[in-house]
């Protein structure tokens, strides 16, 4: 079984900073990449930072230049800083982990965290 752990959301002031975290655990033999995506009510989930095994990274306009994506590979664990935080950036955060391959199966799956709340007020 594998399992996406997430932590560090909460209520924040605008312009303040936050740091997210996401562990993979299990039996985990590899996972190609892991990112963050958003969701509020009434809207689409939506890419926020994405980052493969080989440290490539992709992100959201909205949030280029304010967040930054990081990965310990070793430790199958994801990280967003978040910089500049505006109101718009309210949202639950889910951590995404996608070609996660375990000994037992023999191709590759995606795993969602439960999401955490970023609360950013005025």
């Known amino acids: 079984q594998v399992q996406l752990a997430e932590s560090g959301g909460g209520l924040v002031q605008a312009g303040g900073s936050l740091r997210l975290s996401c562990a993979a655990s299990?039996?985990?033999?590899?996972?190609?990449?892991m990112g963050w995506y958003r969701q509020v009510p009434g809207k689409q989930r939506e890419l926020v930072a994405v980052?493969?095994?080989?440290?490539?990274?992709n992100y959201a306009a909205s949030v280029k230049g304010r967040f930054t994506i990081s990965r310990d590979n070793a430790n199958n664990t994801v990280y967003l800083q978040m910089n500049d935080l505006t109101l718009e950036d309210t949202a639950v955060y889910y951590c995404?982990?996608?070609?996660?391959?375990?000994?037992?199966?023999?191709?590759?799956?995606?795993?969602w965290g439960k999401g955490t709340l970023v609360t950013v007020s005025s």
């Open positions: 995404h982990a996608g070609g996660v391959w375990v000994p037992s199966v023999a191709h590759g799956m995606d795993f």
């Open positions: 299990g039996n985990i033999f590899r996972i190609n990449a």
């Open positions: 980052i493969t095994s080989g440290i490539s990274t």
